[in-house]
């Protein structure tokens, strides 16, 4: 039987058929059988509207009806992009273009919702579910119950490997244009099955899904990897509602959440000790975690957060905190404050000089390079810029890290995050970090613009109300960071709230955009 995302969730299914699965906050939920049957009905329906089409679009937020989607249409032999609905139309215009997308599938009610215009290739999963009579579905019940499982998986996995393509995901384009990152089946398979020797599920534990699946972080870990374990999940489509995310994790007893820490500062506000107290593993990454956020959940949930670290280009994770444990009676370290934890099974990373590429360099930052098998099999209709991130089978993340002797990832900075002022280059995630001591909350953020003086100059944007921009400074200029790495008392701003895409990082293009017209203004 070969191994592919919909043929391994066929074996699942079928042996967990009353077992529930999943669940989304419209109220929604269905057991392990009914997803099965479903996703068979919808994709007899892609196969005939796609019938020429290599890969279709998914329109449609982390919820139950997305699922569905995304597996219907690989049972169908389609390829499903979702697309990126917070990323505006320009960037889904781009990834329709890319992957010369013909069939989008969507729902009315979302595209309501979300203030998104219909458009003529768009197929609504509302139309196709009322087409589909009772006599069919119970034909198609009774047919998927008593087929063997075997018979099933030669049926929708004929003529595909496991180096087929399972999807592209877009990247989040926080830093610049968004790329087509091609992600086979066996790489998400890889990085799941690497999650799953961490952090084991059992058939009660129910994961948490508030990524949307057109992240990696959403499609492999809020998608794929509970129903491939055989656990539940349970979606809701806006990551920031707090409120429902607090209701939902009850609700279900939620032992898994994967999110950032700019979600985890809402849930902070909204979530109750008692709404938390199921969860097992909450997983922060896309940004750094800082310490007072950390010591909060401590002190409000009991719940230690586990910083990890990954790419798209990796399917996603590479790295990950997780619990100490003691096999036969030996204390293993599973977590270092500051760390973004060892890499996970299967998984290899090195720092390197980033000037020679000499390595690896133990306990001095370098130039992160990680691979493993789920490592990308490149960008979509780029292999010049594939070739550019690739070193003799390594992926040159970009990131600055160090590797300590213990074998724990501390991720410093990214080389897009530097700014050369006067020849010196400063991090702007240091100087993040001191303001967020200062002020003792972690929304602050830093950018940079052109100087003509200096090359390029900090400037900064906070969201402490009751602190004014020249106390910033002052107390900034008390520290012990260098005088160059400070910004001008003229760029330091007081907003509302950092910009942030639909993932959950930083908005960095917005940021940059926010710095030009914030200085531009007569003070």
């Keep these: 039987m070969t191994d592919l ?7 699942m299914a079928k042996r967990a058929w009353g077992r529930f699965a999943m669940a989304d906050s419209t109220g929604q939920v269905l057991t392990y059988g009914r997803v099965l049957v479903g996703s068979r009905l919808l994709a007899r329906r892609i196969a005939r509207r796609s019938a020429a089409e290599e890969m279709v679009g998914v329109l449609l937020p982390a919820s139950v009806g997305g699922a569905l989607a995304n597996i219907a249409a690989l049972m169908a032999g389609k390829i499903p992009v979702n697309l990126n609905f917070t990323a505006g139309a320009e960037a889904m215009d781009a990834a329709v273009s890319s992957c010369n997308i013909r069939t989008i599938y969507t729902s009315k009610r979302f595209l309501q ?3 998104i215009a219909p458009t003529s290739s768009m197929v609504f999963l509302e139309d196709i579910l009322s087409g589909i009579g009772s006599i069919e579905k119970l034909t198609t019940l009774v047919r998927t119950r008593l087929t063997p499982t075997a018979h099933l998986c030669r049926i929708y996995g004929r003529d595909q490997t496991p180096d087929a393509l399972a999807t592209v995901i877009f990247s989040s384009g926080s830093t610049g244009v968004p790329k087509g990152v091609m992600i086979s089946h066996a790489n998400i398979l890889a990085n799941v099955d690497a999650m799953a020797r961490v952090f ?4 009660v534990d129910c994961f948490i899904g508030v990524l949307p699946f057109f992240h990696a972080f959403g499609f492999t870990t809020s998608l794929w990897f509970p129903l491939i374990q055989g656990c539940g999940a349970a979606f809701h489509p806006n990551p920031m509602d707090a409120k429902v995310v607090g209701e939902l994790t009850e609700t279900y007893r939620g032992s898994m959440l994967v999110t950032t820490p700019t979600f985890c500062q809402a ?3 909204r979530c109750t000790r008692e709404q938390f107290s199921s969860l097992r593993f909450v997983i922060v990454g896309g940004e750094k975690l800082r310490e007072p956020l950390a010591a909060a959940y401590r002190d409000t949930y009991g ?3 586990l910083e990890g670290y990954g790419c798209t280009e990796m399917s996603p994770v590479v790295s990950v905190n997780r619990p100490d444990v003691a096999p036969d009676g030996r204390p293993q370290l599973g977590t270092k404050a500051g760390s973004v934890g060892p890499p996970l099974p299967g998984v290899s990373v090195k720092v390197v000089d980033q000037g020679s590429g000499d390595g690896p360099l133990i306990d001095r930052d370098g130039l992160l390079l990680v691979t493993g098998p789920s490592l990308m099999r490149g960008y979509l209709g780029q292999p010049e810029r594939t070739a550019e991130v690739m070193r ?5 993340t970009g990131d600055i890290a160090r590797v300590d002797a213990d074998g724990f990832l501390f991720v410093t900075d990214r080389l897009s995050r530097f700014s050369k002022i006067g020849g010196e280059m400063v991090p702007h995630v240091r100087v993040e970090t001191m303001l967020t001591e200062l002020l003792g909350e972690s929304c602050a953020a830093v950018t940079s613009l052109p100087d003509a003086a200096r090359g390029e100059r900090l400037v900064l944007f906070y969201t402490r109300q009751d602190v004014a921009p020249a106390t910033v400074w002052n107390r900034l200029s008390e520290t012990d960071l260098p005088r160059l790495w400070l910004p001008r ?3 330091i701003f007081q907003i509302g709230e950092i910009p942030t895409l639909g993932t959950g990082k930083v908005d960095l293009r917005r940021l940059r955009q926010l710095a030009a017209e914030r200085t531009a203004q007569p003070s």
Excluded: C, E, Q
Excluded at 5 to 11: A, D, E, R, S
């Design 113 to 115: 919702k979300a203030a």
């Design 392 to 396: 003799d089978g390594w992926y040159v």
């Design 303 to 305: 719940i230690n957060l």
């Design 267 to 269: 849930y902070l506000r």
């Design 200 to 203: 084991p599920m059992t058939p």
């Design 489 to 491: 008392p003229d760029s």
């Design 5 to 11: 995302l919909h043929t391994t969730f066929i074996g």
